[in-house]
């Protein structure tokens, strides 16, 4: 099959924005919440290699990988007011404290922080639900948290935001509707 020629078949389903998933924590759970997700980007620097005659050349740079921030609905209360398994505020308070974030100036250590977080997977799916395209982000926790706005003249719904900072990503891809390649790291860690 040529380039292109996907188009043409009526089988044929372009990635969509709004058909995704969002797996976070430990035990691992799926974040109905999360209304907004930035995939992982990978930025490619470059060096300026200025030379005596005022000429520059330019290198690669090795590769970072930037911040991930999801956009979660803060959730609610229950019909009896609890707010354990509904509140995503709660719900980040708490691995914040595991984190080791419970008294201001105690110093924070990376193996806290990732194992209170533990996964953070983005998966986008076809309209069947299943698997288009998943990236894991490898030792992953919180860098930023926005706990949001308060309006009167407004009815949304509350938002948490809350970006995430990790050492790489891992990507799958589906190859047929039950085979998934193997995680490919773009920057293999040795």
Do not use: C
């Amino acid at each position: 099959m040529s380039f292109g020629e996907f188009l043409t078949q009526a089988s044929y389903q372009p990635k969509r924005d709004n058909l995704f998933t969002v797996r976070l924590g430990n035990p691992i759970r799926l974040m109905f919440e999360a209304k907004t997700v930035k995939k992982p980007t990978l930025d490619f620097g470059s060096v300026e290699l200025n030379s005596v005659d005022g000429t520059s050349l330019y290198y690669p740079a090795s590769p970072s990988w930037s911040p991930v921030t999801i956009t979660f609905m803060a959730g609610g209360v229950d019909n009896i007011f609890r707010t354990a398994e509904t509140d995503v505020s709660r719900g980040i308070v708490e691995i914040l404290a595991a984190s080791g974030y419970e008294k201001f100036g105690d110093r924070q250590y990376k193996a806290n922080a990732i194992g209170a977080l533990g996964e953070l997977a983005i998966t986008q799916i076809n309209s069947d639900g299943d698997l288009v395209e998943e990236w894991v982000l490898v030792n992953p926790f919180i860098e930023s948290v926005d706990f949001g706005n308060l309006d009167y003249s407004s009815d949304n719904l509350s938002e948490i935001s809350v970006t995430f900072r990790y050492d790489h990503a891992t990507a799958k891809y589906a190859d047929g509707p039950t085979v998934v390649k193997a995680p490919t790291e773009f920057i293999k860690i040795t």
